[in-house]
Structures are given as structure tokens and as C-alpha cells.
């Protein structure tokens, strides 16, 4: 039965994205207008947990550019630009408690409704028309539609990057007392001749300061030696050492055997991170470039996948924000080029360290990542049995959602604050971005078992396990995942009769 219902929902189903109702025939001359309107409506008609506004950037690129006879429409772009960039730069002021509370609805003026709907394609008497001016708010339709979208949930503007730095007493001052005593402790590991790595694994788990993850990062990856005296040396070498791989290798980037690579990495780019300023900047899109060009030529085994292009960017932003504090909308080109050369360098070995732990996630048919998903499978039939028989009955396989959570680490999930958070855990825990990450997996798909219960259909699960909403989680949510990935772990890594590695 269930399977009869899914196939007949793909199959006849009007509502499904990219599908026209049938009585509605799509005429060629305005095509894009209608793409844009059914995505606008989908799109408000879901709780994407990690996308923000995707429906204003999906609006943007589908609209054709305007014309010198039509300045308005720079003007008003700009304009929205303008405020955004300013709620952006007004929520960095406040405390992260008042960040993560979701926004009072009263708080939204009908007016600035208006406004921002006035950017989108509208139905007006059975046409599509471009709302540009206020007369077009008196129909009947419009007002309707208005109303609308003012009675759905609101979905705020709140920095993925920015306020990063606060983030290590969630819903508390920056530096409390016990945030200054740890910051004094990883203070004087760092500085010891021979810094002890358990030690620094050991304080780094619960999550490490702003003003010492950078240098923490470096060691706790392999990247730098425990030795104080050797750092310097060897980060001039391999810093050198990869940029004689960009002279060596990347002219090659147009050649025959390497242009599809390339061609991948260079629309997959744009697509990092499409929301945060920093990563839209031409300079940083191409240092993401230079960094997986490279690292694709020298391991053949897996080359570039989808997917890797990701795991760049936590590295990018902590070695970012050794200089620049409001990482999120800094003008990365404004450094000087030695600096932006070393942070470069720094995340692409970083990365590499990364990489060659779960390097078969990315190897042909990436066996890596469907042995995982089938031990969270198990693992979860075992933790909790009515979620796995939730499934069974509706006929929704763990690939179809936990591909993407073994692939990108759980980034596409999380707010890039949290996965910073995350990876401080990762990289003190023994096998953190493998073994580990199962656990953290499986808690994060428990952690919504109401949600997940209360669907009755393969849409609504589906639509769930791929939109889950942490857009406003912090590091309390973070740490209570982790402690609870820690607890499963501690349960069922060494119990051969409930889950074996």
C-alpha cells in the first residue's frame, strides 16, 4: 500500500516542485516567470532549515538582469542588499541568546511585506506581471497573496558566520570567568616547548576559544608538529611547498585530461555557501579553486567530488578570523598578499589531513559512505526501533537522506557556526570525522523523533530529514548532540551483540 501511495504521488501529484497543475499549460514566452513564482511558493511553503532566503536567490538568478532603460531594478536591489547587510550588522550586536529566540510575528510591518514581495513575479489577472509600483498593491489578488505570505512563518536573517567568536558559552558573555581560565589553559599548552596533544585533545572536546583555534586546528590535524621551535620552519616549507604545486600544476587546469575536473569545481564554487557574503567574493572563489584543483590532481584515486568543495570553507573562515573579526562580510582582497597567501596554503593542507582519513567517501561509487549509511542504519534499528520501523513502513531508505549528512559532514544540515563548533570535537576525538561522526549522526536523527513520527507519508518524511530545522542552533544545541553522540558510543562501540564496527 505504501508503495503504491509513493509511486502515485511522483506520478499524478500537481504540488510536486517543477510540475505544472493541470489546468495549467506553461506558455514558452514566459516561462521563467512561472519557474520563479512555483519555486517562490514552494519555497515558502517549506521550512528549509539552512538555506535563508533561497527563494530571494533563486528569484534573482531566474529574473533576467535590468537594462539601462530600467534603473529601478538596480536601485532596488541594492536597497535590499543595504538592509539586510544592515539587520546582519545590527544582530552582531546583540547576545546570542537574543540571536538564537526565533522573532516575534508582530514585529513584521505589513509594509516591509510589501516591499519585499515587490520583487517577485505576481499573478494579476490571469497574467504574470512584475510588481514594480504601488498601484499593483491594490488588486485583489496581489492583496490576497500579500496576506498570505504574511500569515506564514517568518523566516529571519540571522548571520551564519558572524558572532562565530561568541560562540563558546551559548546564550552567555563571550568571556565569563570559566571561558577566561580554560582560554589561560590552552594559552599555556600552546606555549610549552613540546606541546602535549592528549592534553590539548582533552580541553579542545568541549570546545576551543576563538582566540586560539587557529594554531589549535593546525596541530590537532597533523598539519604542525608538538615541537614550538620546528612550527615556523615547517609552515614556511609546506606553505612554499604548495605554492610550487600552483606553479607546477595549475595551468594545466585547461588541459584535456584535467578541463572536466575543473569545469566541475568551477560551477560547484559559486554554489558554496551561496547565502554568506565572504564566499561570493571573486578573490576567495578562487583561492577555493586553486585549492581544490590541486588537491584533486594529486589524488587521482578519488579526484574532485561534489561534495568536497565544503570541506574547505571551516578551515578558510578559523584561519580568517586570526586576522579579521566580522568574517561574514570582510573584503578578503582588502589583506595583504602574504597574508591571504598563508591562509590559502594553511587550509589546503588542513583540508588534505582531512581528507586522507575518509578519502574512500570520494573513491569510485564512494563504498565509504554507503558502509556508513548502512551502519547507522543498523545502529539506529538498535537505539531506537520505532524510528527504523517508521521507516520501513512508509519505504524511506537511510540513503536517500544520510548520503548527504556522511558527504558533507553534516554541513549541509548546520549552520556553518555550529560546524566549526563540531569539528573542535572531530579533531580531539580519535577517529572523530569517521567512527565518531556515526554516533554524532545517529543523535542528530533522534534528536528530531517527534517530528519524524508524527509524518505519515514518504513526502513529509522525506521533506523533514532534508530540511531539519537548526538555523537557530548554537553551542548549547551543539554540546547536548555531542554529549549525546559520546553516550551511544560509550553503549554500542564495544558491544559486539548490539553494533559491531
Same mark, same amino acid.
Given at each position: 500500500?505504501?508503495?503504491?501511495?509513493?509511486?502515485?504521488?511522483?506520478?499524478?501529484?500537481?504540488?510536486?516542485?517543477? !510540475?505544472?497543475?493541470?489546468?495549467?499549460?506553461?506558455?514558452?514566452?514566459?516561462?521563467?516567470?512561472?519557474?520563479?513564482?512555483?519555486?517562490?511558493?514552494?519555497?515558502?511553503?517549506?521550512?528549509?532549515?539552512?538555506?535563508?532566503?533561497?527563494?530571494?536567490?533563486?528569484?534573482?538568478?531566474?529574473?533576467?538582469?535590468?537594462?539601462? #532603460?530600467?534603473?529601478?531594478?538596480?536601485?532596488?536591489?541594492?536597497?535590499?542588499?543595504?538592509?539586510?547587510?544592515? =539587520?546582519?550588522?545590527?544582530?552582531?550586536?546583540?547576545?546570542?541568546?537574543? !540571536?538564537? #529566540?526565533?522573532?516575534?510575528?508582530?514585529?513584521?510591518?505589513?509594509?516591509?511585506?510589501?516591499?519585499?514581495?515587490? /520583487?517577485?513575479?505576481?499573478?494579476?489577472?490571469?497574467? $504574470?506581471?512584475?510588481?514594480?509600483?504601488?498601484?499593483?498593491?491594490?488588486?485583489?489578488?496581489?492583496?490576497?497573496?500579500?496576506?498570505?505570505?504574511? #500569515?506564514? +512563518?517568518?523566516?529571519?536573517?540571522?548571520?551564519?558566520?558572524?558572532?562565530?567568536?561568541?560562540?563558546?558559552?551559548?546564550?552567555?558573555?563571550?568571556?565569563?570567568?570559566?571561558?577566561?581560565? !580554560?582560554?589561560?589553559?590552552?594559552?599555556?599548552?600552546?606555549?610549552? +616547548?613540546?606541546?602535549?596533544?592528549?592534553?590539548?585533545?582533552?580541553?579542545?572536546? #568541549?570546545?576551543?576559544?576563538?582566540?586560539? !583555534?587557529?594554531?589549535?586546528?593546525?596541530?590537532?590535524?597533523?598539519?604542525?608538529?608538538?615541537?614550538?621551535?620546528?612550527?615556523?620552519?615547517?609552515?614556511?616549507?609546506?606553505?612554499?611547498?604548495?605554492?610550487?604545486?600552483?606553479?607546477?600544476?595549475?595551468?594545466?587546469?585547461?588541459?584535456?585530461?584535467?578541463?572536466?575536473?575543473?569545469?566541475?569545481?568551477?560551477?560547484?564554487?559559486?554554489?558554496?555557501?551561496?547565502? =554568506?557574503?565572504?564566499?561570493?567574493?571573486?578573490?576567495?572563489? /578562487?583561492?577555493?579553486?586553486?585549492?581544490?584543483?590541486?588537491?584533486?590532481?594529486?589524488?587521482?584515486?578519488?579526484? %574532485?567530488?561534489?561534495?568536497? &568543495?565544503?570541506?574547505?570553507?571551516?578551515?578558510? $573562515?578559523?584561519?580568517?578570523?586570526?586576522?579579521?573579526?566580522?568574517?561574514?562580510?570582510?573584503?578578503?582582497? @582588502?589583506?595583504?598578499?602574504?597574508?591571504?597567501? &598563508?591562509?590559502? @596554503?594553511?587550509?589546503?593542507?588542513?583540508?588534505?589531513?582531512?581528507?586522507?582519513?575518509?578519502?574512500? &567517501? %570520494?573513491?569510485?561509487?564512494?563504498?565509504?559512505?554507503?558502509?556508513?549509511?548502512?551502519?547507522?542504519?543498523?545502529?539506529?534499528?538498535?537505539?531506537?526501533?520505532?524510528?527504523?520501523?517508521?521507516?520501513?513502513? %512508509?519505504?524511506?531508505? %537511510?540513503?536517500?537522506? @544520510?548520503?548527504?549528512?556522511?558527504?558533507?559532514?553534516?554541513?549541509?544540515?548546520?549552520?556553518?557556526?555550529?560546524? =566549526?563548533?563540531?569539528?573542535?570535537?572531530?579533531?580531539?576525538?580519535?577517529?572523530?570525522?569517521?567512527?565518531?561522526?556515526?554516533? $554524532?549522526?545517529? @543523535?542528530?536523527? =533522534?534528536?528530531?523523533?517527534? /517530528?519524524?513520527?508524527?509524518?505519515?507519508?514518504?513526502?513529509?518524511?522525506?521533506?523533514?530529514?532534508?530540511?531539519?530545522?537548526?538555523?537557530?542552533?548554537?553551542?548549547?544545541?551543539?554540546?547536548?548532540?555531542?554529549?549525546?553522540?559520546?553516550?551511544?558510543?560509550?553503549?554500542?562501540?564495544?558491544?559486539?551483540?548490539?553494533?559491531?564496527?
Amino acid at each position: 500500500m505504501a508503495t503504491e501511495n509513493r509511486i502515485n504521488f511522483w506520478r499524478r501529484n500537481a504540488k510536486v516542485p517543477g !510540475r505544472y497543475p493541470k489546468d495549467t499549460k506553461p506558455k514558452f514566452n514566459n516561462l521563467k516567470s512561472k519557474k520563479a513564482s512555483s519555486f517562490h511558493e514552494f519555497a515558502r511553503s517549506t521550512n528549509d532549515a539552512w538555506d535563508i532566503d533561497e527563494e530571494e536567490d533563486e528569484d534573482f538568478l531566474s529574473t533576467p538582469a535590468p537594462t539601462l #532603460s530600467s534603473p529601478s531594478g538596480l536601485h532596488s536591489t541594492s536597497t535590499q542588499t543595504q538592509q539586510q547587510q544592515q =539587520i546582519q550588522a545590527d544582530d552582531t550586536e546583540t547576545g546570542v541568546s537574543d !540571536r538564537l #529566540s526565533p522573532p516575534s510575528t508582530e514585529a513584521l510591518d505589513f509594509k516591509d511585506v510589501q516591499e519585499e514581495d515587490a /520583487e517577485y513575479w505576481e499573478h494579476v489577472n490571469g497574467k $504574470v506581471v512584475k510588481s514594480s509600483s504601488d498601484a499593483h498593491l491594490n488588486t485583489p489578488s496581489v492583496r490576497s497573496t500579500l496576506q498570505k505570505q504574511q #500569515s506564514l +512563518p517568518v523566516r529571519p536573517i540571522i548571520p551564519l558566520v558572524a558572532r562565530m567568536s561568541d560562540q563558546n558559552a551559548s546564550g552567555a558573555p563571550p568571556m565569563t570567568v570559566r571561558e577566561k581560565s !580554560r582560554l589561560d589553559k590552552f594559552k599555556q599548552l600552546l606555549a610549552s +616547548p613540546n606541546t602535549d596533544l592528549e592534553e590539548l585533545r582533552k580541553h579542545s572536546w #568541549s570546545g576551543i576559544p576563538r582566540e586560539v !583555534r587557529p594554531i589549535t586546528w593546525r596541530l590537532l590535524s597533523g598539519y604542525l608538529p608538538a615541537n614550538k621551535e620546528r612550527r615556523e620552519l615547517v609552515m614556511k616549507r609546506k606553505r612554499d611547498e604548495y605554492f610550487g604545486f600552483i606553479e607546477q600544476y595549475y595551468q594545466s587546469r585547461t588541459d584535456e585530461h584535467y578541463k572536466d575536473t575543473y569545469r566541475q569545481i568551477h560551477i560547484d564554487i559559486p554554489r558554496t555557501n551561496p547565502l =554568506i557574503p565572504l564566499f561570493q567574493q571573486p578573490a576567495v572563489q /578562487e583561492v577555493f579553486e586553486r585549492i581544490l584543483f590541486i588537491w584533486a590532481i594529486r589524488h587521482p584515486a578519488s579526484g %574532485y567530488v561534489q561534495g568536497i &568543495n565544503d570541506l574547505v570553507t571551516p578551515f578558510f $573562515v578559523v584561519f580568517l578570523s586570526e586576522f579579521v573579526k566580522d568574517v561574514e562580510n570582510f573584503e578578503v582582497a @582588502a589583506l595583504p598578499m602574504d597574508t591571504q597567501r &598563508n591562509i590559502e @596554503a594553511d587550509s589546503f593542507w588542513c583540508m588534505s589531513k582531512l581528507l586522507d582519513g575518509i578519502q574512500d &567517501n %570520494y573513491t569510485f561509487a564512494q563504498p565509504g559512505i554507503q558502509n556508513k549509511v548502512k551502519a547507522l542504519e543498523e545502529l539506529v534499528s538498535r537505539i531506537d526501533g520505532d524510528i527504523h520501523n517508521h521507516f520501513k513502513r %512508509y519505504e524511506v531508505e %537511510y540513503l536517500q537522506f @544520510a548520503f548527504r549528512w556522511m558527504n558533507n559532514l553534516l554541513m549541509r544540515e548546520l549552520p556553518l557556526r555550529c560546524t =566549526i563548533r563540531l569539528w573542535d570535537t572531530y579533531q580531539a576525538e580519535a577517529e572523530g570525522f569517521t567512527h565518531f561522526h556515526l554516533y $554524532v549522526c545517529s @543523535a542528530f536523527l =533522534i534528536e528530531w523523533r517527534k /517530528e519524524i513520527l508524527s509524518m505519515v507519508d514518504f513526502q513529509g518524511l522525506l521533506m523533514l530529514l532534508q530540511n531539519l530545522p537548526t538555523i537557530h542552533w548554537g553551542n548549547e544545541e551543539v554540546g547536548l548532540l555531542l554529549a549525546e553522540a559520546y553516550r551511544l558510543k560509550y553503549m554500542f562501540a564495544d558491544a559486539p551483540s548490539h553494533y559491531k564496527r
